[in-house]
């Protein structure tokens, strides 16, 4: 009895022994070093050695490496890397729901002047660019011409040197610009989708977990997504703490400009399982970004 007593004990103290080295395993983060990365931004301050930060061209290259626990990253871009079989990443949460901006330093400008004048966006062929023409489409403010530049900081550059010109833009580039010219108006393609669709933005930025992860630490990947949660709602709650971490991060370069460009991030936590039908609206906005279909069932962490 002694004997089957001690190797009860010692049985126990295994099992706590593995769930306690479960409960202690640390996820480490890669992310693009800008807007998104303000959604883990509060996390990210108290342990940065968990988190990288990669130039947001790069970010494929984070699926493919297999070494992150989490990635930040466009949500479309995660979605073609899954569906190709380069990618053993699952979408865990949509983090960011898009901080896309029309501006000018025209007199009075309308968004009706784009109808005469043109536009001129950032990056041809991307969802960026999709969405933000589909916004302008369906509020019958479709553009009379369509230019391209690379990014949303060659848009702003051509905004703060070109009276004339409409770009589009994103946050924090928009309130960069506007320190340096008060004359930039803007309007938010987030207020034209939502007249379009009924819906508060579109799915940008993913926060994806690696399946190897999921299926060896699903408790402290549960745990992570508890902190994620509340570490994006520190984005709308306590603004001057987040501008605070992303400052001290690199992620934006003083406070000033981060605690008027956070509002503008539209950074919210929402589950993959919750978000999915947002995640699909955008999608069809422009298929070919997620690679010519919608997500299958088992990129959403927890779906069964």
Partial sequence: MRKYTAICVLLGLVIAAVFAQTDDYVCKVASPNGAPALALAMMAEKNPENFAYVAAETISAEFANNRSDFIIAPINAGAKLY???????????????????????????RLKDIKKSGITLFGENTINASVALFALGKNAFAPKRTDYLAGAANTQALLLTNAETIVLTAEPALTAARMKNQNISAFAVNDL???????????????????????????AVSAFLVEAEKSCALCTDDIPAVAKAAVFLGILPNETVAQKAIPGCA????????AKKQVELTANIDLAQFGGALPAGDFYYGER
């Avoid at 569906?83 to 400008?109: D, E, P, R």
């Avoid at 007249?195 to 699903?218: C, I, M, N, S």
């Fill in 83 to 109: 569906k190709m079989g380069k990618s053993h990443y699952v979408l865990a949460a949509v983090v960011t729901w898009g901080n896309l901006y029309i501006a000018s330093q025209k007199k009075n400008f």
């Fill in 193 to 219: 989708l939502k007249k379009a669709t009924g819906y508060d933005g579109y799915a940008q930025a993913g926060l994806f977990v690696r399946k190897e992860t999921v299926e060896q630490h699903p408790e």
């Fill in 267 to 274: 950074v919210r936590y929402l589950g993959a399982k919750d």
